[in-house]
């Protein structure tokens, strides 16, 4: 169940989450209605393994909003569409206009719901209360502020805001491949993103290659900047950080799987807890190095 990315946003630490079960069971997902496109709802995060709706290690919690999407393909419509325009011009000798035109897809669409067929669709998240974190399995910036919503709804009020770095996260970047020192733990991927700072620059992606060598310093020589950088913390996490301080491409290393136990367990409940716990500690490492370098504001 490891996250493999990370949209991130900061909420204080004074933030009571004692009842959050509580709060969460009473926005459960609803099955989608015969007559709705979508429906959205918390739902248990170890699935059929568990019914709680969070599942806690403080001061992480691992919480999932589920939801079931009606899949009315657009052509289906459309071909319908224009065969009941076809026949009323036929009849009538006219072409419809445009709101008979809208009136007859709505009612299309109203009538294809029910036969819709139904597509399950989940988004894991972890709360961390000590930190005033809160981390969405996503890179889309529109799927995270959607679980943000929900925890909204649940809570009442969640003050949660998109991260704030007090640096340029791209001069950042860009310095550490320059030959900067890195923090503490961190070193540098294989793989990076260059931009010229003019809108209509020039981008170069690289992966697979030696970011210290001469082919990126030319990059580098020629004004272009880094927006993008693959980085490995302590032989443990390897991730890509962006300007738009998204982790993309999260990954757990063996150094630290190594520290699970053997995956022969015939309960899949403890399983899931062990790879939680194990997440939410390099987690916390990581985002403690990402705070640092990057001069995170606090929600406090």
Do not use: Y
């Not at 974190?133 to 910036?141: H, I, K, N, P, Q």
Request: proline share 5%; charged share 30%; glycine share 8%.
């Amino acid at each position: 169940m490891f996250f493999r990315n990370l949209t991130l946003f900061r909420f204080p630490t004074t933030l009571d989450l004692a009842d959050l079960e509580s709060h969460l069971a009473e926005c459960a997902l609803k099955p989608v209605g015969p007559l709705e496109l979508s429906s959205r709802g918390f739902v248990p995060p170890m699935g059929q393994h568990g019914d709680a709706l969070s599942h806690a290690i403080a001061p992480s919690t691992w919480i999932t909003v589920g939801g079931e999407d009606k899949l009315l393909p657009g052509a289906v419509v459309n071909d319908l569409l224009q065969k009941k325009l076809a026949a009323i011009e036929d009849k009538e000798g006219r072409k419809p206009g445009g709101r008979t035109r809208k009136r007859l897809k709505d009612e299309l669409v109203m009538e294809l719901l029910p036969r819709a067929f139904v597509r399950p669709v989940r988004t894991d998240a972890l709360l961390d209360g000590g930190l005033g974190v809160l981390a969405v399995d996503t890179s889309s910036r529109k799927s995270a502020e959607a679980v943000v919503s929900e925890v909204r709804r649940a809570l009442g009020s969640f003050p949660a805001l998109p991260l704030n770095a007090e640096v340029a996260p791209r001069a950042i970047l860009t310095g550490w491949v320059a030959g900067d020192a890195l923090p503490d733990g961190l070193s540098l991927g294989d793989e990076c993103e260059l931009r010229d700072p003019a809108d209509t620059g020039a981008v170069v992606k690289v992966q697979r290659m030696e970011l210290s060598g001469e082919e990126i310093a030319k990059h580098l020589e020629a004004g272009k900047q880094v927006t993008r950088l693959a980085l490995v913390l302590d032989d443990h996490v390897s991730f890509v950080v962006g300007e738009d301080l998204v982790v993309r491409k999260f990954k757990l290393l063996d150094g630290a799987v190594d520290q699970l136990e053997s995956s022969d367990r015939e309960d899949v409940a403890a399983e899931l807890d062990a790879r939680f716990a194990l997440m939410a500690g390099e987690f916390k490492r990581l985002f403690a190095v990402l705070e640092q370098a990057f001069k995170l504001s606090k929600a406090d």
